[in-house]
């Protein structure tokens, strides 16, 4: 394919904390790249394991890194920003990398094709942390992202428990100029939700590649991050900008941890008066049953 006489350059945000174990792979998967027209960001949250060590050892290839205390990646990440100088921002796992050497070539043919491309997404592989073992592919819809691209309400009805399967930062690029002078909210613990519903009311457009450019590992801050705080942060999003009631409707009640004790506790409870001569059910259809039979008769 004949590549144009300048084109896009990348610009890839890492935010790191003892990412020592991983992070040197993520590194080499990027600049093995084809594409050289790149810049690597790394910030890390004053890692006390051989992170800063690693990024040392690359600092020939590293456009702007620094190691100070952050509140969470997303504080990292809105540090990163500051330093970015590419037409394209690709936020990066320090514990994820590229498939294949060709990764970042598709990412910049998609935004140099089509310059009303403001957010790009990919398909992923979700791998075992330790083994590297694939254990499912993360795929995109392309209904959801016809929806997204319509710009009305109908994005409501593809959420699923308060989050879009296949759309994380993993993956993601954008244009640049399409987030100037947004933050990431450092106490969100799925800032990448917020930002996604942030660029569909903003009237953006999305696409994806419909096959995987990365592998990614579990345990990312919203995989691990408690049910209760990631329930929470969802339903504020949602409420933010769909309005109180249809975040109401789309909180997932079942996987309440206060609905969840009701249920387990609950029928204990139940059990134990069924068991001990208490079985209002079974007094309730006898009482109907009778009511039936005298209007009968």
């Not at 100037?180 to 969100?188: K, R």
């Amino acid at each position: 394919m004949t590549q144009p006489d300048i084109m896009l350059k990348l610009s890839i945000i890492i935010p790191t904390y003892n990412s020592g174990e991983f992070l040197e792979q993520a590194l080499l998967s990027i600049y093995n790249q084809t594409n050289k027209n790149f810049e690597f960001i790394i910030v890390d949250g004053k890692s006390t394991h051989n992170t800063v060590d690693i990024i040392q050892k690359y600092n020939s290839s590293i456009h702007s890194w620094i190691s100070e205390k952050d509140s969470s990646p997303a504080d990292g990440t809105n540090k990163a920003l500051k330093y970015v100088t590419g037409d394209i921002i690709t936020f990066f796992g320090a514990d994820d990398y590229y498939i294949d050497t060709t990764a970042l070539d598709q990412i910049t043919n998609e935004f140099e094709n089509n310059p009303r491309l403001d957010l790009l997404f990919s398909n992923i592989n979700s791998i075992n942390r330790k083994t590297d073992e694939i254990i499912s592919l993360v795929k995109n819809d392309a209904e959801l992202f016809a929806s997204f691209n319509r710009h009305d309400d109908s994005i409501i009805q593809h959420i699923k428990v308060g989050y879009f399967t296949g759309l994380v930062f993993a993956g993601m690029s954008v244009r640049t100029s399409s987030m100037a002078n947004f933050q990431f909210d450092i106490s969100n613990v799925v800032p990448d939700y917020e930002f996604i519903l942030y660029m569909w009311r903003k009237g953006c457009h999305f696409h994806y590649i419909d096959h995987p450019l990365l592998n990614v590992r579990q345990g990312g801050v919203s995989q691990t991050a408690k049910t209760r705080l990631v329930l929470r942060d969802r339903f504020l999003v949602n409420k933010k900008f769909f309005g109180l009631l249809t975040a109401i409707k789309l909180y997932p009640w079942g996987s309440s941890p206060f609905i969840q004790y009701c249920r387990i506790h609950g029928f204990t409870f139940m059990r134990y008066l069924h068991n001990h001569g208490f079985r209002p059910l079974l007094w309730a259809r006898t009482v109907i049953s009778c009511m039936s039979s005298r209007r009968k008769s």
